[in-house]
């Protein structure tokens, strides 16, 4: 069956750049319909959905973040990765890749990565 396993350092400095990288087993990322996402989950908080790569390479992201957020894929690999620029104390959070299904006005999320903690701290 697919599975997601996410990877990356755990612990980051502040103002650097944190990156991830989320690979995929059993399944190709440009399968039709899917959605690759990234999602973070901070101390106390709810989930926030920070962006993803489509089956075609588009990529989208949340507004609040677009401005430091970049996801790009390996195809070769069956990878895709998140890079978060700038990082403050408050990026600290779990990190998850998960699989969106998209088809028409249907989307849910169906499949999900361990997720990673990263901390920024100096």
């Known amino acids: 069956q697919v599975q997601l396993q996410e990877s990356g350092p755990g612990l980051v400095k502040p103002s650097q750049t944190l990156s991830l990288t989320c690979t995929v087993s059993g399944g190709s990322i440009t399968i039709s319909y899917y959605y690759w996402s990234w999602i973070r989950q901070s101390p106390g908080k709810g989930l926030e959905w920070m962006g993803a790569i489509a089956d075609d390479g588009s990529t989208y992201y949340s507004p609040s973040l677009k401005s430091h957020t970049s996801i790009s894929r390996d195809t070769s690999k069956n990878q895709f990765s998140l890079q978060l620029t700038s990082v403050t104390p408050e990026d600290t959070a779990v990190y998850y890749c998960?699989?969106?299904?998209?088809?028409?006005?249907?989307?849910?999320?169906?499949?999900w990565g361990q997720g990673t903690q990263v901390t920024v701290s100096s």
């Open positions: 998960a699989r969106r299904y998209c088809s028409g006005y249907v989307c849910f999320l169906n499949l």
